[in-house]
Protein backbone atom coordinates (compact mmCIF):
# COMPACT_ATOMS: atom_id res chain seq x y z
CA UNK A 1 0.00 0.00 0.00
CA UNK A 2 1.46 3.03 -0.70
CA UNK A 3 1.23 6.02 1.99
CA UNK A 4 0.65 9.55 0.06
CA UNK A 5 0.76 11.07 3.18
CA UNK A 6 3.77 9.81 3.62
CA UNK A 7 5.63 9.54 0.65
CA UNK A 8 4.21 12.34 -1.36
CA UNK A 9 2.66 12.41 -4.57
CA UNK A 10 4.77 11.46 -7.66
CA UNK A 11 2.76 11.73 -10.57
CA UNK A 12 1.26 15.46 -10.70
CA UNK A 13 -1.66 16.60 -12.11
CA UNK A 14 -3.96 13.39 -11.98
CA UNK A 15 -3.20 12.30 -15.57
CA UNK A 16 -4.84 9.80 -17.41
CA UNK A 17 -3.07 6.84 -19.24
CA UNK A 18 -3.21 8.71 -22.53
CA UNK A 19 -2.16 11.90 -21.07
CA UNK A 20 1.38 10.45 -19.36
CA UNK A 21 2.01 8.52 -23.17
CA UNK A 22 1.53 12.48 -24.86
CA UNK A 23 3.30 14.28 -22.25
CA UNK A 24 6.55 12.04 -22.44
CA UNK A 25 6.48 11.14 -26.42
CA UNK A 26 5.59 14.77 -26.40
CA UNK A 27 9.46 16.17 -27.02
CA UNK A 28 10.07 13.11 -29.65
CA UNK A 29 7.39 14.00 -31.46
CA UNK A 30 8.57 17.31 -31.88
CA UNK A 31 10.87 18.49 -34.05
CA UNK A 32 14.76 18.67 -32.38
CA UNK A 33 15.70 21.57 -30.62
CA UNK A 34 18.07 24.00 -31.26
CA UNK A 35 20.19 23.13 -27.94
CA UNK A 36 19.92 19.61 -28.93
CA UNK A 37 21.89 19.67 -32.51
CA UNK A 38 24.19 22.13 -30.84
CA UNK A 39 24.72 19.18 -27.99
CA UNK A 40 25.71 16.74 -30.56
CA UNK A 41 27.75 18.96 -32.69
CA UNK A 42 30.20 19.71 -29.61
CA UNK A 43 30.00 16.04 -27.93
CA UNK A 44 30.24 14.36 -31.51
CA UNK A 45 33.64 16.77 -31.56
CA UNK A 46 34.92 15.44 -28.41
CA UNK A 47 34.11 12.02 -29.56
CA UNK A 48 35.70 12.20 -32.73
CA UNK A 49 39.15 14.03 -31.33
CA UNK A 50 38.84 10.90 -28.28
CA UNK A 51 38.93 8.58 -31.43
CA UNK A 52 41.80 10.01 -32.82
CA UNK A 53 43.85 10.23 -29.88
CA UNK A 54 42.96 6.31 -29.51
CA UNK A 55 44.20 5.66 -32.84
CA UNK A 56 47.39 7.37 -32.48
CA UNK A 57 47.85 5.34 -29.38
CA UNK A 58 46.86 2.23 -30.94
CA UNK A 59 49.41 2.89 -33.67
CA UNK A 60 52.49 4.86 -31.92
CA UNK A 61 51.97 2.84 -28.66
CA UNK A 62 51.33 4.07 -24.85
CA UNK A 63 54.14 5.68 -25.24
CA UNK A 64 52.33 8.67 -26.16
CA UNK A 65 50.78 8.71 -22.71
CA UNK A 66 52.57 10.26 -19.39
CA UNK A 67 52.61 6.67 -18.01
CA UNK A 68 56.58 5.67 -16.49
CA UNK A 69 58.19 2.40 -14.97
CA UNK A 70 56.22 3.38 -11.62
CA UNK A 71 52.95 5.05 -11.83
CA UNK A 72 52.17 2.81 -14.80
CA UNK A 73 48.31 3.40 -14.18
CA UNK A 74 47.36 7.55 -15.21
CA UNK A 75 44.16 8.44 -16.30
CA UNK A 76 42.87 5.73 -18.04
CA UNK A 77 42.53 3.94 -14.80
CA UNK A 78 41.45 6.77 -12.96
CA UNK A 79 38.85 7.34 -16.08
CA UNK A 80 37.95 3.68 -15.96
CA UNK A 81 37.39 3.41 -12.55
CA UNK A 82 35.10 6.87 -12.38
CA UNK A 83 33.44 5.68 -15.25
CA UNK A 84 32.39 1.86 -13.91
CA UNK A 85 31.61 4.09 -10.54
CA UNK A 86 29.12 6.17 -12.63
CA UNK A 87 27.79 3.45 -14.18
CA UNK A 88 26.87 1.92 -11.32
CA UNK A 89 24.51 3.47 -10.41
CA UNK A 90 22.13 3.24 -13.01
CA UNK A 91 21.79 0.29 -12.33
CA UNK A 92 22.15 0.08 -8.37
CA UNK A 93 19.40 2.83 -8.81
CA UNK A 94 17.00 0.82 -10.93
CA UNK A 95 17.34 -2.38 -9.19
CA UNK A 96 17.98 -2.28 -5.87
CA UNK A 97 14.89 0.08 -5.93
CA UNK A 98 12.77 -2.53 -7.88
CA UNK A 99 13.47 -5.39 -5.34
CA UNK A 100 13.02 -2.72 -2.36
CA UNK A 101 9.46 -2.04 -4.36
CA UNK A 102 10.64 1.90 -4.09
CA UNK A 103 8.19 3.17 -6.64
CA UNK A 104 9.14 6.36 -6.88
CA UNK A 105 11.78 4.47 -9.22
CA UNK A 106 9.60 4.77 -12.10
CA UNK A 107 10.37 8.52 -13.03
CA UNK A 108 14.25 7.48 -13.28
CA UNK A 109 15.16 4.01 -13.69
CA UNK A 110 14.82 4.26 -17.63
CA UNK A 111 17.52 7.60 -17.68
CA UNK A 112 19.20 5.99 -15.04
CA UNK A 113 19.50 2.82 -17.19
CA UNK A 114 20.52 4.38 -19.66
CA UNK A 115 23.74 6.32 -18.47
CA UNK A 116 25.17 3.05 -17.40
CA UNK A 117 24.82 1.44 -20.36
CA UNK A 118 26.93 4.39 -22.29
CA UNK A 119 29.31 4.99 -18.64
CA UNK A 120 30.14 1.00 -18.98
CA UNK A 121 30.95 1.32 -22.87
CA UNK A 122 33.14 4.61 -22.22
CA UNK A 123 34.97 2.64 -18.92
CA UNK A 124 35.63 -0.33 -21.21
CA UNK A 125 37.57 1.12 -23.34
CA UNK A 126 40.12 1.91 -21.14
CA UNK A 127 41.43 -1.18 -20.27
CA UNK A 128 41.53 -2.53 -23.69
CA UNK A 129 43.35 0.64 -25.16
CA UNK A 130 45.74 0.11 -21.91
CA UNK A 131 46.46 -3.41 -23.32
CA UNK A 132 48.55 -1.42 -25.89
CA UNK A 133 48.20 -4.08 -28.38
CA UNK A 134 44.25 -4.41 -28.75
CA UNK A 135 44.45 -7.12 -31.82
CA UNK A 136 45.88 -9.35 -28.88
CA UNK A 137 42.98 -8.20 -26.30
CA UNK A 138 41.26 -11.88 -26.93
CA UNK A 139 44.00 -13.17 -24.84
CA UNK A 140 42.44 -12.58 -21.85
CA UNK A 141 39.93 -14.83 -22.66
CA UNK A 142 40.05 -18.54 -21.52
CA UNK A 143 40.09 -20.41 -24.69
CA UNK A 144 42.01 -23.45 -25.96
CA UNK A 145 45.08 -22.51 -27.71
CA UNK A 146 48.22 -23.96 -29.60
CA UNK A 147 49.98 -22.95 -26.51
CA UNK A 148 47.73 -24.81 -24.63
CA UNK A 149 47.53 -22.25 -21.26
CA UNK A 150 44.75 -21.25 -20.15
CA UNK A 151 44.62 -17.62 -18.29
CA UNK A 152 45.54 -16.98 -14.38
CA UNK A 153 42.27 -17.26 -13.07
CA UNK A 154 43.63 -15.65 -9.53
CA UNK A 155 44.08 -12.64 -11.54
CA UNK A 156 41.77 -9.69 -10.20
CA UNK A 157 42.55 -8.78 -13.80
CA UNK A 158 40.60 -11.79 -15.22
CA UNK A 159 37.83 -11.02 -12.80
CA UNK A 160 37.62 -7.48 -14.30
CA UNK A 161 37.22 -8.80 -17.35
CA UNK A 162 34.56 -11.59 -16.47
CA UNK A 163 32.45 -9.22 -14.30
CA UNK A 164 32.59 -5.73 -16.62
CA UNK A 165 31.24 -8.18 -19.54
CA UNK A 166 28.50 -9.37 -17.21
CA UNK A 167 27.91 -6.42 -15.76
CA UNK A 168 27.60 -4.49 -19.84
CA UNK A 169 25.46 -7.45 -20.81
CA UNK A 170 23.06 -7.88 -17.84
CA UNK A 171 22.54 -3.72 -17.78
CA UNK A 172 21.89 -3.46 -21.31
CA UNK A 173 19.73 -6.31 -21.32
CA UNK A 174 17.69 -4.72 -18.03
CA UNK A 175 17.48 -1.61 -20.43
CA UNK A 176 16.80 -2.68 -23.19
CA UNK A 177 14.27 -5.06 -21.91
CA UNK A 178 12.50 -2.62 -19.76
CA UNK A 179 12.05 -0.34 -22.76
CA UNK A 180 10.17 -3.02 -24.96
CA UNK A 181 6.63 -1.91 -24.31
CA UNK A 182 7.30 1.69 -24.63
CA UNK A 183 9.05 1.14 -28.32
CA UNK A 184 5.51 -0.48 -29.32
CA UNK A 185 3.81 1.98 -27.70
CA UNK A 186 5.82 4.67 -29.86
CA UNK A 187 5.28 2.01 -32.79
CA UNK A 188 1.91 2.38 -32.66
CA UNK A 189 1.68 6.57 -32.60
CA UNK A 190 3.87 6.59 -35.65
CA UNK A 191 2.84 8.25 -38.28
CA UNK A 192 5.31 7.70 -40.75
CA UNK A 193 6.03 4.63 -42.22
CA UNK A 194 9.76 4.31 -42.09
CA UNK A 195 9.48 5.25 -38.32
CA UNK A 196 6.74 2.67 -37.81
CA UNK A 197 8.98 0.41 -39.63
CA UNK A 198 12.19 1.12 -37.04
CA UNK A 199 10.00 0.85 -34.25
CA UNK A 200 8.41 -2.43 -35.03
CA UNK A 201 11.83 -3.71 -35.46
CA UNK A 202 12.69 -2.64 -32.11
CA UNK A 203 9.52 -3.50 -29.99
CA UNK A 204 10.01 -7.63 -31.02
CA UNK A 205 6.79 -7.57 -31.79
CA UNK A 206 5.48 -6.49 -28.51
CA UNK A 207 1.84 -7.39 -27.63
CA UNK A 208 0.74 -6.57 -23.94
CA UNK A 209 -1.24 -10.02 -23.57
CA UNK A 210 -1.78 -11.24 -20.02
CA UNK A 211 0.76 -14.01 -20.19
CA UNK A 212 3.39 -12.14 -21.58
CA UNK A 213 3.37 -9.77 -18.88
CA UNK A 214 3.67 -12.25 -16.23
CA UNK A 215 6.66 -13.78 -18.05
CA UNK A 216 7.73 -10.21 -18.53
CA UNK A 217 7.40 -9.22 -15.02
CA UNK A 218 9.21 -12.48 -13.80
CA UNK A 219 11.81 -12.22 -16.00
CA UNK A 220 12.66 -8.30 -14.65
CA UNK A 221 12.38 -9.65 -10.85
CA UNK A 222 14.61 -12.42 -11.93
CA UNK A 223 17.39 -10.44 -13.90
CA UNK A 224 16.91 -7.26 -11.09
CA UNK A 225 17.40 -10.08 -8.38
CA UNK A 226 20.51 -11.16 -10.02
CA UNK A 227 22.01 -8.29 -11.12
CA UNK A 228 21.10 -6.59 -7.85
CA UNK A 229 24.90 -8.99 -6.67
CA UNK A 230 26.82 -8.21 -9.41
CA UNK A 231 26.52 -4.65 -8.68
CA UNK A 232 27.92 -5.09 -5.60
CA UNK A 233 30.31 -7.80 -7.25
CA UNK A 234 31.70 -5.48 -9.71
CA UNK A 235 33.17 -2.80 -7.47
CA UNK A 236 34.23 -5.20 -4.87
CA UNK A 237 36.22 -6.89 -7.99
CA UNK A 238 37.73 -3.49 -9.30
CA UNK A 239 38.75 -2.41 -6.10
CA UNK A 240 40.72 -5.70 -5.81
CA UNK A 241 42.46 -4.84 -8.59
CA UNK A 242 44.38 -1.99 -6.06
CA UNK A 243 43.66 -4.00 -2.92
CA UNK A 244 45.08 -7.53 -3.61
CA UNK A 245 48.91 -5.95 -4.40
CA UNK A 246 50.97 -4.54 -1.63
CA UNK A 247 50.81 -0.60 -2.23
CA UNK A 248 50.71 1.80 0.26
CA UNK A 249 47.59 3.58 0.20
CA UNK A 250 46.01 0.43 -1.80
CA UNK A 251 46.85 -2.64 0.23
CA UNK A 252 43.21 -2.40 2.53
CA UNK A 253 40.42 -4.74 3.46
CA UNK A 254 38.18 -1.40 3.14
CA UNK A 255 38.35 -1.20 -0.11
CA UNK A 256 35.68 -3.11 -1.70
CA UNK A 257 32.94 -1.43 0.21
CA UNK A 258 34.48 1.59 -0.01
CA UNK A 259 34.86 1.26 -4.09
CA UNK A 260 31.19 0.21 -4.23
CA UNK A 261 29.49 2.79 -1.85
CA UNK A 262 31.56 5.65 -4.06
CA UNK A 263 30.34 4.04 -7.50
CA UNK A 264 26.75 4.52 -6.24
CA UNK A 265 27.60 7.79 -4.85
CA UNK A 266 29.24 9.39 -8.28
CA UNK A 267 26.20 7.40 -9.68
CA UNK A 268 23.63 9.00 -8.06
CA UNK A 269 24.90 12.02 -8.62
CA UNK A 270 24.90 11.96 -11.98
CA UNK A 271 21.49 10.75 -12.08
CA UNK A 272 20.50 13.94 -10.21
CA UNK A 273 22.65 15.61 -13.03
CA UNK A 274 20.82 13.96 -16.03
CA UNK A 275 17.53 14.55 -14.49
CA UNK A 276 17.25 17.77 -13.68
CA UNK A 277 18.72 18.01 -17.75
CA UNK A 278 15.38 16.16 -18.59
CA UNK A 279 13.17 17.72 -16.43
CA UNK A 280 14.16 21.28 -17.43
CA UNK A 281 14.36 20.53 -21.13
CA UNK A 282 11.45 18.03 -21.63
CA UNK A 283 9.26 20.33 -19.14
CA UNK A 284 8.55 17.03 -17.32
CA UNK A 285 8.44 18.56 -13.69
CA UNK A 286 4.80 16.79 -13.63
CA UNK A 287 6.70 13.28 -13.33
CA UNK A 288 9.94 14.08 -11.84
CA UNK A 289 8.91 15.98 -8.54
CA UNK A 290 10.72 17.58 -6.02
CA UNK A 291 10.02 15.00 -3.92
CA UNK A 292 11.76 13.16 -6.17
CA UNK A 293 14.90 14.84 -6.26
CA UNK A 294 14.78 15.17 -2.14
CA UNK A 295 15.04 11.35 -1.97
CA UNK A 296 18.41 11.61 -3.83
CA UNK A 297 19.16 14.38 -1.89
CA UNK A 298 18.89 12.35 1.06
CA UNK A 299 20.41 9.10 -0.08
CA UNK A 300 23.11 11.50 -0.97
CA UNK A 301 23.64 12.76 2.09
CA UNK A 302 23.73 9.21 3.60
CA UNK A 303 25.97 7.89 1.42
CA UNK A 304 28.55 11.49 1.86
CA UNK A 305 28.74 10.20 5.70
CA UNK A 306 30.05 6.85 4.49
CA UNK A 307 32.57 8.46 2.28
CA UNK A 308 34.01 10.53 5.04
CA UNK A 309 34.05 7.90 7.54
CA UNK A 310 35.63 5.91 5.04
CA UNK A 311 38.57 8.48 4.54
CA UNK A 312 39.12 8.86 8.21
CA UNK A 313 39.14 4.91 8.69
CA UNK A 314 41.72 5.26 5.73
CA UNK A 315 43.86 7.63 7.67
CA UNK A 316 43.14 6.36 10.97
CA UNK A 317 44.09 2.56 10.24
CA UNK A 318 47.42 4.08 8.57
CA UNK A 319 48.53 5.42 11.50
CA UNK A 320 47.81 2.70 13.87
CA UNK A 321 49.08 0.48 11.49
CA UNK A 322 52.75 2.60 12.22
CA UNK A 323 54.41 0.99 8.64
CA UNK A 324 56.19 3.63 6.81
CA UNK A 325 55.27 3.60 3.65
CA UNK A 326 51.59 3.33 4.65
CA UNK A 327 52.27 6.40 7.07
CA UNK A 328 54.30 8.12 4.33
CA UNK A 329 51.89 8.14 1.74
CA UNK A 330 48.73 9.37 3.98
CA UNK A 331 50.32 11.61 6.06
CA UNK A 332 53.04 13.16 3.78
CA UNK A 333 51.72 12.45 0.10
CA UNK A 334 48.12 13.11 0.08
CA UNK A 335 47.49 15.48 3.10
CA UNK A 336 50.29 17.57 3.11
CA UNK A 337 52.51 16.59 0.01
CA UNK A 338 52.85 17.48 -3.55
CA UNK A 339 48.97 15.67 -4.06
CA UNK A 340 47.64 17.80 -1.10
CA UNK A 341 45.34 19.35 -3.87
CA UNK A 342 43.95 16.87 -4.94
CA UNK A 343 43.35 15.12 -1.43
CA UNK A 344 41.28 18.08 -0.03
CA UNK A 345 39.48 18.52 -3.33
CA UNK A 346 38.09 14.88 -2.62
CA UNK A 347 37.64 15.44 0.99
CA UNK A 348 35.22 18.68 0.19
CA UNK A 349 33.89 18.03 -2.42
CA UNK A 350 32.66 14.48 -1.13
CA UNK A 351 32.80 14.61 2.36
CA UNK A 352 31.73 18.36 3.15
CA UNK A 353 30.02 20.19 0.65
CA UNK A 354 27.00 17.05 -0.24
CA UNK A 355 26.70 17.74 3.75
CA UNK A 356 24.55 21.10 2.53
CA UNK A 357 21.93 18.64 1.52
CA UNK A 358 20.98 18.64 5.37
CA UNK A 359 19.15 21.88 4.63
CA UNK A 360 15.56 21.36 3.37
CA UNK A 361 16.15 24.21 1.18
CA UNK A 362 19.27 23.01 -0.60
CA UNK A 363 17.54 19.57 -1.32
CA UNK A 364 14.37 21.27 -3.33
CA UNK A 365 16.61 24.09 -4.71
CA UNK A 366 17.14 22.56 -8.36
CA UNK A 367 20.50 25.49 -9.19
CA UNK A 368 22.14 23.88 -5.77
CA UNK A 369 20.96 20.34 -6.94
CA UNK A 370 23.21 20.45 -10.14
CA UNK A 371 25.55 22.28 -8.86
CA UNK A 372 26.70 20.00 -6.23
CA UNK A 373 25.87 16.99 -8.24
CA UNK A 374 28.67 18.15 -10.81
CA UNK A 375 30.80 19.27 -7.66
CA UNK A 376 30.84 15.25 -6.21
CA UNK A 377 31.49 13.85 -10.01
CA UNK A 378 34.70 16.54 -9.92
CA UNK A 379 35.54 14.82 -6.31
CA UNK A 380 35.26 11.23 -6.71
CA UNK A 381 37.44 11.72 -10.10
CA UNK A 382 39.63 13.35 -7.45
CA UNK A 383 39.35 10.32 -5.19
CA UNK A 384 40.10 8.13 -7.84
CA UNK A 385 43.44 9.97 -8.82
CA UNK A 386 44.66 10.11 -5.17
CA UNK A 387 44.21 6.76 -5.11
CA UNK A 388 46.16 5.89 -8.48
CA UNK A 389 48.70 8.08 -8.79
CA UNK A 390 49.62 9.22 -4.82
CA UNK A 391 50.36 5.59 -4.01
CA UNK A 392 52.33 4.41 -7.47
CA UNK A 393 54.41 8.05 -7.97
CA UNK A 394 56.14 7.51 -4.54
CA UNK A 395 56.51 3.79 -3.20
CA UNK A 396 58.40 2.39 -0.79
CA UNK A 397 61.84 2.73 -2.85
CA UNK A 398 62.37 6.74 -2.73
CA UNK A 399 65.65 6.48 -5.15
CA UNK A 400 62.14 5.37 -7.69
CA UNK A 401 60.19 8.09 -6.88
CA UNK A 402 58.79 10.12 -9.80
CA UNK A 403 55.76 12.59 -10.37
CA UNK A 404 53.00 11.92 -13.09
CA UNK A 405 51.65 14.22 -15.63
CA UNK A 406 48.98 13.55 -18.53
CA UNK A 407 50.06 14.28 -21.80
CA UNK A 408 47.75 15.73 -24.27
CA UNK A 409 46.92 12.33 -25.65
CA UNK A 410 45.53 10.87 -22.31
CA UNK A 411 43.54 14.10 -22.00
CA UNK A 412 42.30 13.81 -25.25
CA UNK A 413 40.70 10.54 -25.11
CA UNK A 414 39.27 11.19 -21.72
CA UNK A 415 37.17 14.41 -23.30
CA UNK A 416 36.49 11.49 -26.01
CA UNK A 417 34.60 9.76 -23.02
CA UNK A 418 32.97 12.50 -22.26
CA UNK A 419 32.04 12.90 -25.86
CA UNK A 420 30.83 9.32 -26.04
CA UNK A 421 28.87 9.43 -23.02
CA UNK A 422 27.14 12.86 -24.56
CA UNK A 423 26.23 11.61 -28.04
CA UNK A 424 24.94 8.44 -26.59
CA UNK A 425 22.29 10.58 -23.67
CA UNK A 426 21.42 13.24 -26.44
CA UNK A 427 20.43 10.21 -28.55
CA UNK A 428 18.51 8.16 -25.92
CA UNK A 429 16.94 11.81 -25.00
CA UNK A 430 16.06 12.00 -29.17
CA UNK A 431 14.74 8.51 -30.16
CA UNK A 432 13.47 6.99 -26.97
CA UNK A 433 10.96 7.04 -24.16
CA UNK A 434 12.86 8.90 -21.53
CA UNK A 435 10.62 7.26 -18.62
CA UNK A 436 9.17 4.18 -18.57
CA UNK A 437 5.83 4.92 -19.64
CA UNK A 438 4.27 1.47 -18.51
CA UNK A 439 5.73 1.64 -15.10
CA UNK A 440 4.10 4.79 -14.43
CA UNK A 441 1.18 3.95 -16.11
CA UNK A 442 1.09 1.25 -13.30
CA UNK A 443 1.67 3.35 -10.34
CA UNK A 444 -0.26 6.35 -11.75
CA UNK A 445 -3.58 5.79 -9.67
CA UNK A 446 -2.63 4.83 -6.22
CA UNK A 447 0.44 7.76 -6.36
CA UNK A 448 -1.04 10.77 -7.42
CA UNK A 449 -3.98 12.71 -5.61
CA UNK A 450 -7.22 11.60 -7.68
CA UNK A 451 -8.45 8.21 -7.56
CA UNK A 452 -10.97 8.34 -10.07
CA UNK A 453 -8.82 9.38 -13.41
CA UNK A 454 -11.11 7.41 -15.66
CA UNK A 455 -13.95 9.79 -16.55
CA UNK A 456 -10.47 12.18 -17.95
CA UNK A 457 -8.49 11.65 -21.04
CA UNK B 1 -16.55 -12.40 -43.48
CA UNK B 2 -15.93 -14.97 -40.44
CA UNK B 3 -14.98 -12.80 -36.66
CA UNK B 4 -12.80 -15.13 -34.46
CA UNK B 5 -12.75 -12.75 -31.67
CA UNK B 6 -15.15 -10.45 -29.41
CA UNK B 7 -13.29 -7.58 -28.44
CA UNK B 8 -14.98 -5.02 -25.65
CA UNK B 9 -12.48 -1.92 -25.48
CA UNK B 10 -12.42 -0.51 -21.90
CA UNK B 11 -10.43 2.78 -20.57
CA UNK B 12 -10.39 2.14 -17.56
CA UNK B 13 -9.01 -1.11 -15.68
CA UNK B 14 -12.06 -1.92 -12.90
CA UNK B 15 -14.58 -1.51 -15.59
CA UNK B 16 -12.67 -4.50 -17.03
CA UNK B 17 -12.50 -6.32 -13.90
CA UNK B 18 -16.23 -6.43 -13.04
CA UNK B 19 -16.75 -7.43 -16.38
CA UNK B 20 -14.27 -10.52 -16.66
CA UNK B 21 -16.05 -11.67 -13.43
CA UNK B 22 -19.30 -11.74 -15.07
CA UNK B 23 -18.32 -13.57 -17.84
CA UNK B 24 -16.55 -15.92 -15.90
CA UNK B 25 -19.63 -16.27 -13.51
CA UNK B 26 -21.76 -17.11 -16.93
CA UNK B 27 -19.00 -19.83 -17.54
CA UNK B 28 -17.49 -18.15 -20.67
CA UNK B 29 -13.57 -18.34 -21.07
CA UNK B 30 -11.80 -15.33 -21.45
CA UNK B 31 -8.84 -15.61 -23.88
CA UNK B 32 -6.56 -13.05 -23.00
CA UNK B 33 -6.53 -9.15 -21.99
CA UNK B 34 -4.22 -6.61 -23.65
CA UNK B 35 -3.04 -4.05 -21.73
CA UNK B 36 -0.51 -0.74 -21.88
CA UNK B 37 0.60 -2.23 -18.28
CA UNK B 38 0.33 -5.36 -16.13
CA UNK B 39 -2.53 -5.86 -14.60
CA UNK B 40 -1.84 -8.07 -11.53
CA UNK B 41 -5.39 -8.60 -10.29
CA UNK B 42 -5.62 -10.20 -13.85
CA UNK B 43 -2.90 -12.70 -13.04
CA UNK B 44 -5.13 -14.43 -10.46
CA UNK B 45 -8.12 -13.80 -12.38
CA UNK B 46 -7.15 -15.39 -15.42
CA UNK B 47 -4.63 -18.24 -13.64
CA UNK B 48 -1.88 -17.04 -15.65
CA UNK B 49 1.30 -18.42 -14.72
CA UNK B 50 5.09 -19.04 -15.48
CA UNK B 51 7.63 -21.47 -15.04
CA UNK B 52 10.42 -18.91 -16.39
CA UNK B 53 11.51 -18.65 -12.62
CA UNK B 54 12.24 -22.41 -12.31
CA UNK B 55 13.94 -21.44 -15.65
CA UNK B 56 15.89 -19.21 -14.28
CA UNK B 57 17.09 -21.42 -11.42
CA UNK B 58 18.38 -24.81 -13.39
CA UNK B 59 20.12 -22.49 -15.75
CA UNK B 60 21.98 -20.91 -12.68
CA UNK B 61 22.68 -24.85 -11.04
CA UNK B 62 23.32 -26.51 -14.42
CA UNK B 63 25.13 -23.70 -16.52
CA UNK B 64 26.36 -21.50 -13.92
CA UNK B 65 27.41 -23.69 -11.04
CA UNK B 66 27.93 -27.15 -12.30
CA UNK B 67 29.06 -26.02 -15.97
CA UNK B 68 31.41 -23.01 -14.88
CA UNK B 69 33.21 -25.35 -11.97
CA UNK B 70 33.38 -27.65 -14.20
CA UNK B 71 35.38 -25.72 -16.52
CA UNK B 72 37.19 -23.81 -14.31
CA UNK B 73 38.66 -27.32 -12.47
CA UNK B 74 39.36 -28.73 -15.43
CA UNK B 75 41.34 -25.92 -17.05
CA UNK B 76 42.87 -25.04 -13.98
CA UNK B 77 43.46 -27.99 -12.48
CA UNK B 78 43.51 -31.19 -14.59
CA UNK B 79 44.71 -29.74 -17.96
CA UNK B 80 47.37 -27.32 -17.07
CA UNK B 81 48.04 -26.14 -13.40
CA UNK B 82 49.92 -23.33 -13.33
CA UNK B 83 52.00 -22.49 -10.12
CA UNK B 84 51.29 -19.20 -9.04
CA UNK B 85 53.70 -18.29 -6.19
CA UNK B 86 52.70 -21.69 -4.87
CA UNK B 87 49.39 -21.59 -4.19
CA UNK B 88 46.78 -24.36 -4.56
CA UNK B 89 45.63 -24.97 -7.75
CA UNK B 90 41.83 -25.39 -6.73
CA UNK B 91 41.77 -22.21 -5.32
CA UNK B 92 38.91 -20.31 -3.72
CA UNK B 93 39.00 -16.86 -5.74
CA UNK B 94 37.09 -19.70 -8.09
CA UNK B 95 34.16 -18.68 -6.19
CA UNK B 96 34.17 -15.11 -7.55
CA UNK B 97 34.20 -15.88 -11.35
CA UNK B 98 31.48 -19.10 -10.66
CA UNK B 99 29.41 -16.21 -9.08
CA UNK B 100 29.74 -13.91 -12.02
CA UNK B 101 29.41 -16.47 -14.48
CA UNK B 102 26.67 -17.83 -12.97
CA UNK B 103 24.93 -14.38 -13.31
CA UNK B 104 26.04 -14.41 -17.26
CA UNK B 105 24.00 -17.59 -18.02
CA UNK B 106 21.03 -16.81 -15.55
CA UNK B 107 20.35 -13.63 -17.85
CA UNK B 108 21.35 -15.17 -20.92
CA UNK B 109 19.22 -17.79 -20.45
CA UNK B 110 16.28 -16.08 -18.91
CA UNK B 111 16.33 -13.57 -21.98
CA UNK B 112 16.56 -16.50 -24.51
CA UNK B 113 13.80 -18.37 -22.48
CA UNK B 114 11.38 -15.52 -22.70
CA UNK B 115 12.13 -14.35 -26.39
CA UNK B 116 11.49 -17.55 -28.10
CA UNK B 117 8.51 -18.73 -25.74
CA UNK B 118 6.96 -15.55 -26.91
CA UNK B 119 8.44 -15.98 -29.94
CA UNK B 120 9.58 -12.30 -29.95
CA UNK B 121 12.60 -10.29 -31.22
CA UNK B 122 13.76 -8.11 -34.08
CA UNK B 123 10.68 -7.47 -36.42
CA UNK B 124 8.38 -10.29 -35.23
CA UNK B 125 5.13 -10.63 -36.25
CA UNK B 126 2.47 -8.19 -34.28
CA UNK B 127 0.12 -11.18 -33.14
CA UNK B 128 -2.92 -8.69 -32.20
CA UNK B 129 -3.14 -4.73 -33.23
CA UNK B 130 -6.08 -2.44 -31.51
CA UNK B 131 -5.66 0.96 -31.74
CA UNK B 132 -4.89 2.21 -27.90
CA UNK B 133 -3.85 -1.02 -26.81
CA UNK B 134 -0.24 0.54 -25.68
CA UNK B 135 -1.44 3.75 -24.90
CA UNK B 136 -4.29 3.93 -22.78
CA UNK B 137 -7.01 1.36 -23.57
CA UNK B 138 -7.85 -2.74 -22.72
CA UNK B 139 -9.03 -5.02 -24.98
CA UNK B 140 -10.94 -7.65 -23.38
CA UNK B 141 -10.71 -10.73 -25.97
CA UNK B 142 -13.30 -13.64 -26.38
CA UNK B 143 -12.55 -16.67 -28.74
CA UNK B 144 -15.97 -17.22 -31.32
CA UNK B 145 -15.52 -20.97 -30.87
CA UNK B 146 -17.36 -23.53 -31.93
CA UNK B 147 -19.35 -23.89 -28.36
CA UNK B 148 -20.86 -20.55 -28.30
CA UNK B 149 -24.27 -20.07 -30.15
CA UNK B 150 -25.43 -17.09 -30.97
CA UNK B 151 -27.90 -16.25 -27.87
CA UNK B 152 -24.15 -16.69 -26.23
CA UNK B 153 -22.38 -14.34 -27.91
CA UNK B 154 -25.26 -11.73 -27.85
CA UNK B 155 -25.28 -12.02 -23.63
CA UNK B 156 -21.35 -11.80 -23.60
CA UNK B 157 -21.76 -8.49 -26.16
CA UNK B 158 -24.62 -7.24 -23.39
CA UNK B 159 -22.38 -7.85 -20.43
CA UNK B 160 -19.13 -6.22 -22.49
CA UNK B 161 -21.25 -2.93 -23.07
CA UNK B 162 -23.56 -3.09 -19.58
CA UNK B 163 -20.03 -3.33 -17.54
CA UNK B 164 -19.23 0.02 -19.23
CA UNK B 165 -16.71 -0.76 -22.38
CA UNK B 166 -16.53 2.43 -24.48
CA UNK B 167 -17.00 -0.27 -27.99
CA UNK B 168 -17.37 -3.94 -28.85
CA UNK B 169 -15.69 -4.82 -31.71
CA UNK B 170 -15.38 -8.31 -33.70
CA UNK B 171 -12.10 -9.20 -35.45
Redesign the interface.
Known amino acids: MYLKDVRGILIQGSK???QI?REILAPQERNAPLWWYGGMFVFSLMFLAGIYAILQTISKGIGLWGLNNNVAWGWAIINFVWWIGIGHAGTAFSIFLLVLRQKWRTSINRAAEAMTVFAVLAAGLFPVIHMGRIWDAFFIF?YPTSR???V???SPL??DV??I??YL??SA?FWY?GM??DL??V???ATSKIKRKIY???S????????????????AI??GG??A??VI??HS?VSMDFATSVMPGWHTTIFPPYFVVGAIFSGFAMVLTLMIIVRKTYKLGDFVTMDHFEAIGKILIFISLIMGSSYVTEVFIAWFSGVDGELYTFFHNRITGEYAFQFWAMVTCNAIIPQLFWFKKVRRNLTWLFIISIVINIGMWFERFNIVVTSLSKDFLPATWVEYDPTITEVTIYLGTLGLFGVGVLLFMRFIPVMA???L??INKETSIDKDL?SK? | MEYSKIIGVY??E??LYDSIDQIQEKGYKVA?????????E??EK?K???R??LA?FFY?LIGGVIGISA??YY??VV??P?N?GG?PSL?L??V??I???T??V???G??LT??I?????????????Y??????KFALLIDRTKDLSEENIIEINQIIKNSGAIKVDEQ
Do not use: C
Open positions: SYGTPDLWNYNFWVATTFASVIPATRDRHLLFGWVGGMKTWKRYEVMILVTPLAVIMNEKMSS | DDQKDVISPFPLELFLVNTINAAFLTADYLIKSTFLIFVGIFVVFTLFFREKKGPGAKIHFEPGVTDD
